[in-house]
Every structure is written in structure tokens, then in C-alpha cells.
């Protein structure tokens, strides 16, 4: 499975923005997907994931504010980031969970 992540770039503090991950193979509707995000001196950490029923769940500092979404028909996967923080800034990574495979991520950048 390779996975192509879109959609990051700069926003102010409050905006929002949409990540895309699209992933080849005819077997994305099959597993889970999620969204990691690492920032500078931090460890990658687990911001959303969705399973292939649509279950979803999310991370306490984003909860409320991120969903995430598939559209197994295009084969991606993407992040609704809104209300966005300064403290979301970070490298946003997909993750296709059965493979292990990666995006190669997209820098999210949320100016005060």
C-alpha cells in the first residue's frame, strides 16, 4: 500500500484546513486508517483513527474540534481540522493500520 498526503500549509489560529491521504490498492475499504502528527521535539502521536466500519476515535486535545472521514469509493482518507491551535502545529502523517505503511506527511503550521 503507498499512501499520498495533501493538504497541509498555513493557517491562523482559529482557521481550519483539510488533510488528504490518498492510498493505492484495492484493499483501503477493507482496513483502518489514521492520522499521526509529530511536532518539532515530540514523539509521533496518534491524532484520529477510523476502522472499516467507520468507528472512530480521537485524541482528548482534538476531540470536538478534528474528524476524520473515508471515501472508500476514492480510496482516501481525510482529517477536518477546525478551531485550529498554535499547538497543532506539527507534521501530520497517515497511517494505513493493517500494512503499516506511511504517508509522508504534510506540515500543518497554525500562526497566533
Known amino acids: 500500500v503507498q499512501l499520498q498526503a495533501s493538504g497541509g500549509g498555513l493557517v491562523q489560529f482559529g482557521g481550519s484546513l483539510r488533510l488528504s491521504c490518498a492510498a493505492s490498492g484495492s484493499i483501503f475499504g477493507a482496513n483502518g486508517m489514521a492520522w499521526y502528527r509529530q511536532a518539532p521535539g515530540n514523539e509521533r502521536e496518534l491524532v484520529a483513527l477510523?476502522?472499516?466500519?467507520?468507528?472512530?476515535n480521537y485524541a482528548n486535545s482534538v476531540k470536538g474540534r478534528f474528524t476524520i472521514s473515508r471515501d472508500n469509493a476514492k480510496n482516501t482518507a481525510y482529517l477536518q481540522m477546525n478551531s485550529l491551535k498554535p499547538e497543532d502545529t506539527a507534521v501530520y502523517y497517515c497511517?494505513?493500520?493493517?500494512?503499516?505503511?506511511w504517508g509522508q506527511g504534510t506540515l500543518v503550521t497554525v500562526s497566533s
Open positions: 477510523i476502522d472499516r466500519s467507520g468507528y472512530t
Open positions: 497511517n494505513h493500520i493493517s500494512s503499516g505503511a
